[in-house]
Every structure is written in structure tokens, then in C-alpha cells.
């Protein structure tokens, strides 16, 4: 399991921000998916999202794709995800927990 990292949000400058609050499973992949194929290598992306099983997934992806989990932080019950882009976007990925769980 991937290790979930705490940060200042207002320390971190992303990219773009993916908003997803009060969006449930999968839509916190699959939006942080489209976000990494559109971002360039270096590029950080934020998510937020109010999902708490968001806290488990997205580090997890994170660590499936190769891409960097710089952290998340929490206010007023939403959660700010920051992703890293370090890797090309590859197709064919192992699915999730969450894509098993969302797809019965």
C-alpha cells in the first residue's frame, strides 16, 4: 500500500486542478487520468474531491503509473490531492481496487 504523505497546500503551485467534490468512485481516477494524459512530464495536478476512499486510491494509482504522490490536504472535509507527472502515460495498466469494486 502506497504511504500517504500530508502537505501544505498552499506551498505547492499546481498545473491545474481537477475539481471532483462530491463525485464518487471512479470519477477521482478517471478524471486524474484524463488530467496526466494532457499534462506535460514535470506538471503537477491537483485534485479535489470530498471521496474519502480517495485517500487509499490515489496514492496507490500514483504508485501503479509511476507517477509522484507529493501529498494531500484536508479542509472543511475536502481533500486536495497534488500529483506529480514523472511518467508517460501507458496504456494497459493493472486495474484498481476501486475499478473491480465501481464496475459490479
Known amino acids: 500500500m502506497a504511504k500517504l504523505k ?3 497546500r ?3 503551485k499546481p498545473n491545474m486542478t481537477v475539481n471532483i467534490v462530491f463525485r464518487m468512485c471512479p470519477m477521482h481516477l478517471l478524471k486524474l487520468d ?3 494524459k494532457k499534462a506535460k512530464i514535470g506538471d503537477i495536478i491537483e485534485v479535489v ?3 474519502d476512499g480517495a485517500l487509499e486510491d490515489i496514492p496507490a494509482w ?4 509511476g507517477n509522484e504522490f ?4 484536508t479542509s472543511n472535509d475536502t481533500y486536495h490531492f497534488f500529483v506529480r507527472k514523472t511518467n508517460e502515460w501507458k496504456k494497459n495498466l ?3 481496487r476501486c ?3 465501481c464496475s459490479r
Not at 507529493?70 to 490536504?73: E, R, Y
Request: aromatic share 12%; proline share 4%.
Open 6 to 8: 500530508f502537505v501544505d
Open 10 to 12: 498552499k506551498k505547492i
Open 34 to 36: 484524463e488530467a496526466v
Open 49 to 51: 474531491t470530498t471521496y
Open 62 to 65: 500514483c504508485e501503479r503509473t
Open 70 to 73: 507529493i501529498g494531500v490536504d
Open 94 to 96: 493493472p486495474r484498481s
Open 99 to 101: 475499478d473491480y469494486a
